[in-house]
């Protein structure tokens, strides 16, 4: 069986399970790669991360440099220390930066959906990926509404 239809059956028998019905007029789908990828949001996110890997690249050339003027191997080698422990504690905030950011949108990408949801009287929004057919397409008017 495929990943789509086990998912597919797992929503089913959760949903029946819970003794909710739910008509095929209220299901809703979304393309949410499709909203994640036409985010502003997580555009300037991407963009931001990238300059930040460009600055931590720049810091590690300049390291480099600097260590390679370093002749006695003492001072060589506290250098390198001083510069590994700086280039970690970057590294860890910038890892730690993006991925509270990231949590955000996701958070603010759902919210939306949720939003969205509600206000058309959605009783179910599923992931398009785990849907093989039906359920009523909202990705644009979400991408619509994040932009």
Known sequence: MSKKLLSLIAVVTIISGMGLTVNAEGIAVVDVPAVVNASKQVQDLKKDQQL????????????????????DANKKKAAEEKYNKELIAKKEKMDKDYAQKLQALDQSISDQITTKAKADGYDVVLSKNVVLYGGKDITAEIIKVIK
Do not use: L, M, N, P
Request: hydrophobic share 40%.
């Open 52 to 71: 930040k890997t460009q600055e931590i690249v720049k810091f590690i050339e300049k390291a480099r440099k600097d260590v390679a003027g370093i002749s």
